[in-house]
Structure formats: structure tokens, C-alpha cells
């Protein structure tokens, strides 16, 4: 028989039980295991029902649509929340209202950062130009079935309360380059593609321009490009189509940031473009570059002229006048991006001088930003070189600050004369005005001492005294010291793995991340250069970075679009002087072997132990250390072009 309630609102304990909470504090699961439930039909009815309303509380902030608050994370999806539904709406499912033309309500939720790795929109959603929800057609794209495979899929989980669809992870990000020809579109998108893959994410450019090389050949005329040419347009089309279906593809595959290059001058070729991406939940950020000064123009066509494919055999003449009726096409149509596209953009005016900046969110976004407030398309040298020999490279030991030997002071001067022809040779391809022009040698030595590279070393003694005859002030920078051994500094390869056989082989199995006890990984070397790296892309003249193995090998990688994983076995010797030389499609690798003799070649072997030689001050172990080997010999005009990337 029932008892009187509590005055407190809860229930009288069970016979022999525990007190019972109120209602109000009990989840209802197993609250009456110690005695008989004493309380009425109606009374457990409202309980259940409660309990059944939490659980469905709880699954629609974790796992309705996996991720509803990718809507208010767009631009202008604001405007979305607490709209009312539209009249004779079909339904509601979980918080969305659908109407005649798609979701038009979204709530919001609480903040579940654990659980915002897919932005993903519900089944057979996409978005209008405006970013409102839409509902897409059901047929499929481009070959695909798209949506209507990830509809087919939600509705088979649905029954069990999980509704996942498939989606991309909110670090996928597409830049879409905007611009007509001759902007540098291709040179930023490719250094933003070395820049990403460098820090360690995953990118890379799809290009219209290939596309069409590859299917269509090389040799297009202007006419081909021309808006009143109905089948060149149908043809640009359908490959710029092809490349974008190409991306998307690579994005699924595991790709984080995509690089989408080419002109996308209209805003209806743009509107497409990124619907397509917002339905596969990918977010997009327009790049474009603007130029209206007539001299960088001029010079971005000589430039491409160079160094295009389209023109590889082609007269000079011919193609310069070539490229610009090309050009005078593509402005017939040509549209800005502007702010009524409701989207997120960048906006670079001639070189660099002025940036706009529209809807930029998320730490990939605030890099690309930070990158391109540095960097320009201005083509510059840049010389690598690691330090002359020193007395531990001799000995076989790690780190350290020791001197230079005998060789390396001779390198030290060898690398003098180097650079300074290599500053004559680029004082005199200066242009001059007619109230410059002098024969006078005094007046050509100060110009050429105007002309000098800048020189950036490490603040270790071996690199100072490797740059002491170069006439110029160098600047020292902690970021270029060599990577930090921690207790294995002083040590021979040799003795760490008689010493400490566990850290040998740890650094064996992963040399990119391992990090010596008390030291320093190659990861972190690389996070360290970020700084120089940005400084080193906003200077316009010549710059000689002498620092250590591997942090050039980190700069190198930069420089040359090597991966992250490949950078502790680039070949760096020693006595060698890198030139690379930024260029609108890649940069021009140049390596001048300086006539002194060096300890040992130092080339990256397929033996791990020898390749453990090529670290910070260190030789190859035992007696290689103390045999000489020749480095090859080579005049300082004598470099050879040996790649480009």
C-alpha cells in the first residue's frame, strides 16, 4: 500500500530501502533496485517519458547529422537560425524544417569541439548561392552518385538512432585562384602548396591550364580562348569540370587542401565551383590577384613567355603578342569577387601592396593569410651552404660549437670570391637610368657592395667564420642553429649506439620525429624555421643563408616542394654552394661545388649508419672520419642547372 509523499516531493523509501530522490534529480534508471517500486502507473508512465526526453535531448546534440553546426559556422548562415518554416513544409527531421525547397531552419547546439570533425550537410542537401540550404536534385554528378548515395546510406542507419553521412573533415579546404593572366595566380598557388606541404598538411595544386595542355595540346591560339567561340568555351568548360572532379577526388582519398588554379573570372563559373565544394562539405576560400600596374604586367608576360609551356617553341615575339590577345579575351568577361557572393576571399593588389581580407576563419586560413602578407612573385636568388668543415666534423661528434679546420677556412674565402661574382654578375644586370650610368670603377664597386646578398647564419662560431670575408653585416639568428642533440651533444654515432642502443634504434625507426632526450626533433627544427622562412619570401633581392645540415636540408625541402618526410635525407655536402632561383612554375636549382677538399663527400648513402653522418658538426663513424675525399671541383661560373620543381 502506498505512503504518504515526502514533504520534500520525493517518495518514501521502499520498505527496508534507501531514501528515493524526487523526480525532478533521478534518472529513472534503476532507482528502485533495492525494494518494490511503490509509485503509480501514471507516476512511472511521466517517469519514462522524461527519461525517453533526455535520451533524446542528449542524441540530438551528439549525433543528429553528425555535425548540425556546420550550418552556423558558414557566412551569412546566421540569418538560418530560429527562422520560422515555410508554409506547407513536408516534415520536420530531428530540428530541420523542409519545406518545398529544402531546409530552412537550423538550431543551434551546444559546443562539442570532441565532436566537430565532420562538416557535413544532411543527406541530399547542398547550398544556393546565398549558402541557404537547398535541396539538391537527386541524380548524380559528374559520374558520381554523390549525394543521393550518402541519402541511400543515412536512411539505413536512421532506424537505429545514428545518422552519419559521409563528409570531409573541417580541416578540408579548397583555394580557389582568381584572376586573368599574368597575376601570379600560378606562382602563389604553387608557393602556398610548398608552404602548406612543408608545415606538414597535405596539398596540392589541380591546374585548369594542365588539363588542357594534356587533353588539347600545348598549342592553342588566343582565338581558342576567346568568349564568342562557343566550342572553346564548351571545351575550357567541361576540362576545368574534369580538374575540379579530380580534386574532390584526391580530397577523398585523404588530401587536406586543395589548390584549385585557374582564371574563374565570372561569378557564375565561381558560384558553381563552390556550391560543388560546400555539398561535399569542403570549405572554400577565393584567392584573387589583381594588378592594374602595366610594368609587373609586362614583366609576368616576359616571365611566362620564358618559362610556359604554351610557348616553349615559339618566337619570342610571337608569343609575348600571343599571350596578351589571351589576355584581352579573358577581360571581356572578367567579374571581381565582391562581397555580395557571401563568401570568404583574399584579395592581393599588385604584389603584395595592398591585401583585402573577407570572412577568414580557422588556423589553415590565419597561415595562408600570414604567408601571403610575406610573400610576392618577384623572381630572387637564394644561396644555401652549409658551413666550411669544422674540427668536430673531423672527429665524428654531434653538435657543438667548435671551430673551423684549416679546409674550412679556406672555404671561407673560396665562398668570398663566390658571392662576389655572383654580385657583379646581378649589379650589372640592374637596370640603370641615363643619370646612373658611369664608367667609373669606383662608382661600380659601390654598386656592386649595394648589390650584396644578404647573410643570415646561425649564432655557432663555424658559420660566423664561414661568411667573416664577405663584406656585408650578417645577421645571426637562433632559429638557424643546428638541431639540438640533448645528451648525446659531444658524442660519436658510434658511441650512441654502444651507450644508448634504445635511442639509436628509436631514431633509426623514425628520424623525422624523434626527438633526442633533452633535444630537438627534425619536426621541431622545421616549426623553428616558420620565422625564417616568412622573412626569407619577403625580401626581393639576394639572400646567402649559411647555417648547418639539418636546417638547410629544412630550407631546402621549403624551397624545392619536398615533403616533410624527406627532408633528413636530402643530400647537403659540404663545400657546395646552393643557388635556387624562384620562378613563376618552380624554382631552379644551380649547385657549385667550391674547389677545397672536404673530410669526407658526404652524400647521402643507402646505409642508415653512413647517412647518420650528414647531421649537425658530425663525419662518417671510425676511420672514413680521418680520410679525405676530394669534393668535386668546379669553377664558380661553371654551375649547372640540375632540376626544377
Known amino acids: 500500500m502506498a505512503s504518504k509523499r515526502s514533504t520534500e516531493g520525493g517518495l518514501p523509501p521502499p520498505s527496508g530501502g534507501r531514501p528515493t530522490p524526487p523526480h525532478d534529480t533521478t534518472d529513472g534508471i534503476g532507482a528502485y533496485m533495492d525494494g518494490d517500486d511503490l509509485r503509480s502507473a501514471e507516476e512511472r508512465a511521466a517517469e519514462e517519458s522524461r527519461r525517453m526526453k533526455r535520451l533524446r535531448d542528449l542524441m540530438k546534440r551528439t549525433v543528429s547529422f553528425d555535425n548540425v553546426s556546420a550550418f552556423a559556422s558558414l557566412p551569412g548562415a546566421a540569418g538560418l537560425v530560429g527562422r520560422s518554416p515555410s508554409a506547407g513544409h513536408a516534415g520536420t527531421t530531428d530540428g530541420f524544417a523542409v519545406g518545398p525547397m529544402g531546409v530552412t531552419a537550423v538550431p543551434r547546439r551546444p559546443s562539442l569541439p570532441a565532436l566537430s570533425s565532420e562538416i557535413t550537410p544532411p543527406p541530399g542537401v547542398g547550398y544556393d548561392a546565398s549558402h541557404a540550404p537547398v535541396r539538391s536534385s537527386g541524380g548524380a554528378r559528374g559520374g558520381r552518385s554523390g549525394l543521393a548515395t550518402a541519402a541511400a546510406k543515412a536512411s539505413a542507419t536512421a532506424s537505429r538512432g545514428v545518422l552519419r553521412t559521409p563528409g570531409f573533415s573541417t580541416k578540408k579546404l579548397v583555394i580557389v585562384m582568381v584572376g586573368l593572366p599574368a597575376r601570379g595566380k600560378t606562382h602563389m598557388a604553387r608557393c602556398l602548396e610548398r608552404y602548406l606541404n612543408w608545415l606538414g598538411f597535405t596539398a596540392r595544386v589541380f591546374n585548369v591550364g594542365e588539363y588542357r595542355r594534356k587533353f588539347l595540346g600545348a598549342t592553342q591560339p588566343a582565338a581558342f580562348f576567346d568568349p564568342s567561340n562557343p566550342e572553346g568555351a564548351r571545351a575550357r568548360w567541361e576540362l576545368a569540370l574534369e580538374c575540379l572532379r579530380d580534386m574532390t577526388n584526391w580530397l577523398e582519398e585523404g588530401g587536406l587542401v586543395g589548390i584549385y588554379d585557374a582564371t574563374n573570372s565570372t561569378r557564375d563559373r565561381r558560384e558553381v565551383v563552390r556550391t560543388r565544394l560546400e555539398a561535399d562539405g569542403v570549405r572554400v576560400l577565393f584567392l584573387e590577384s589583381i594588378c592594374d600596374d602595366a610594368a609587373i604586367v609586362e614583366k609576368n608576360i616576359l616571365e611566362t613567355k620564358a618559362r610556359s609551356p604554351d610557348y616553349r617553341f615559339v618566337d619570342a615575339e610571337a608569343a609575348v603578342a600571343d599571350f596578351k590577345k589571351r589576355i ?318
Open 328 to 645: 584581352a579575351n579573358y577581360c571581356v568577361g572578367n567579374e571581381t569577387v565582391l562581397d555580395e557572393e557571401q563568401c570568404s576571399y583574399i584579395k592581393i593588389i599588385n604584389v603584395g601592396s595592398k591585401i583585402i581580407l573577407n570572412g577568414i576563419t580557422g588556423y589553415v586560413q590565419g597561415k595562408i593569410v600570414s604567408y601571403l602578407a610575406n610573400a610576392h612573385i618577384m623572381p630572387r636568388a637564394i644561396y644555401l651552404s652549409r658551413h666550411g668543415e669544422s674540427e668536430w666534423n673531423v672527429t665524428g661528434q654531434l653538435g657543438g660549437d667548435p671551430n673551423l679546420t684549416p679546409r674550412g677556412r679556406r672555404y671561407a674565402h673560396a665562398l668570398n670570391a663566390f658571392i662576389m661574382a655572383e654580385t657583379k654578375k646581378y649589379a650589372a644586370a640592374q637596370p640603370r637610368g641615363a643619370d646612373e650610368a658611369s664608367d667609373d670603377d669606383e662608382d661600380d664597386s659601390r654598386s656592386v657592395e649595394a648589390a650584396l646578398p644578404l647573410v643570415w647564419t646561425s649564432q655557432l662560431r663555424r658559420t660566423r667564420q664561414t661568411v667573416a670575408h664577405i663584406p656585408t653585416i650578417n645577421m645571426c639568428w637562433r632559429a638557424l642553429n643546428e638541431i639540438d642533440a640533448g645528451v648525446c651533444e659531444g658524442l660519436t654515432y658510434a658511441s650512441v649506439a654502444e651507450t644508448m642502443p634504445d635511442v639509436a634504434a628509436a631514431r633509426k625507426a623514425d628520424k623525422l620525429r624523434y626527438r633526442y632526450p633533452g633535444g630537438e626533433s627534425y619536426v621541431d627544427v622545421l616549426t623553428r624555421l616558420e620565422p625564417v622562412i616568412l622573412e626569407l619570401e619577403r625580401q626581393r633581392g639576394p639572400v646567402l643563408i649559411v647555417a648547418h645540415n639539418a636546417v638547410i636540408r629544412g630550407i631546402y625541402a621549403y624551397l624545392m616542394n619536398k615533403s616533410q618526410s624527406g627532408c633528413p635525407s636530402i643530400d647537403i655536402p659540404l663545400h657546395t654552394v646552393f643557388k635556387l632561383t624562384t620562378r613563376a612554375y618552380g624554382a631552379e636549382e644551380e649547385r657549385f661545388p667550391l674547389d677545397v677538399e672536404a673530410t669526407y663527400n658526404n652524400r647521402t648513402p643507402d646505409s642508415d649508419n653512413a647517412d647518420e653522418a650528414q647531421e649537425g658538426g658530425e663525419a662518417v663513424d671510425g676511420a672514413e672520419a680521418l680520410a679525405p675525399a676530394a669534393a668535386p671541383a668546379a669553377p664558380a661560373q661553371d654551375g649547372k642547372v640540375l632540376s626544377t620543381v
